[in-house]
């Protein structure tokens, strides 16, 4: 199976537009703690419009594609996956804790943790796909199940069908079927559909990567600050929201006094 050749030695291009999209990230949860956490009214900043919603999107979308297609560069996912899932439960605990209106119960690093040891359990069925059946596959997968935590088949407001409300009584919130009526996570991404998406990405990587090898090398001096960040994306995935926080809270404080 592929793999990155060394550690100096990448595909600079995944870990700049993985670094793009964690920047993002710390730009939309900046604007959400400034917005929704001290109560600073914003123009143009509102989760429920059309494009809040597509940033939010383009940076789950980005990480999930991105882990994903990283799965078969890596020389230890399966170490990978518990570390993910390690942190996940961490998450978990904290925001129970400390935040108890923004407890996060499945998360997007929740759902990157189990779809890495998923993808190592059945890694030997997955290989036996063919990489493109297997990207169209979980394309169609994906685009299908989108609106299944919501009770339909279909994506976004397109609706196929609703599924039976029996699917949803025993709350497998992880699974991808959540009792709406007493289930809620400040970030909330199950197994169904975004498995598919990230296996979107593992069969990306296997399709494209004999093409995509020989670009393998050092990114441009320009970039590089980018590819350091996207190449410690779970460190600041861990502390960005207490650092982000911290320096709201003290802007605000500042701001106040």
């Known amino acids: 199976m592929p793999q990155w050749a060394t550690s100096r030695a990448r595909l600079w291009q995944a870990d700049a537009l993985r670094g793009l999209a964690l920047l993002n990230m710390l730009a939309y949860h900046a604007m959400y703690d400034w917005v929704y956490l001290f109560g600073h009214a914003s123009a143009w900043y509102d989760i429920w419009s059309p494009g809040c919603?597509?940033?939010q999107q383009y940076i789950c979308w980005s990480f999930l594609l991105l882990s994903g297609f990283s799965f078969s560069l890596s020389r230890r996912p399966l170490k990978n996956g518990m570390v993910v899932t390690?942190?996940?439960l961490v998450l978990?605990?904290?925001t129970v804790v400390a935040m108890p209106e923004e407890s996060i119960w499945f998360g997007v690093l929740h759902l990157?943790?189990?779809a890495m040891l998923l993808t190592c359990l059945l890694r030997p069925a997955?290989?036996?796909?063919p990489p493109a059946a297997g990207l169209a596959g979980s394309t169609v997968l994906f685009l299908l199940t989108n609106q299944v935590p919501y009770g339909a088949l279909g994506f976004e407001t397109l609706r196929f069908a609703q599924l039976p409300a029996s699917l949803y009584a025993r709350n497998w919130f992880a699974l991808g079927f959540p009792d709406l009526t007493v289930f809620s996570s400040?970030?909330?991404f199950p197994l169904i559909p975004w498995l598919f998406l990230y296996w979107t990405g593992y069969f990306f990587g296997r399709r494209f990567w004999p093409a995509l090898r020989r670009r393998v090398g050092t990114p441009p001096a320009v970039l590089r600050p980018l590819c350091a960040v996207g190449r410690h994306?779970?460190?600041i995935y861990m502390l960005h929201q207490p650092v982000i926080y911290g320096a709201l809270w003290l802007g605000h404080r500042l701001?106040?006094?």
């Open 186 to 188: 400040s970030d909330y």
């Open 112 to 114: 990157l943790g189990c």
């Open 92 to 94: 978990t605990l904290v």
């Open 53 to 55: 919603h597509v940033w």
């Open 255 to 257: 701001a106040a006094g």
């Open 126 to 129: 997955l290989e036996k796909i």
């Open 233 to 235: 994306t779970l460190l």
């Open 86 to 88: 390690g942190c996940a």
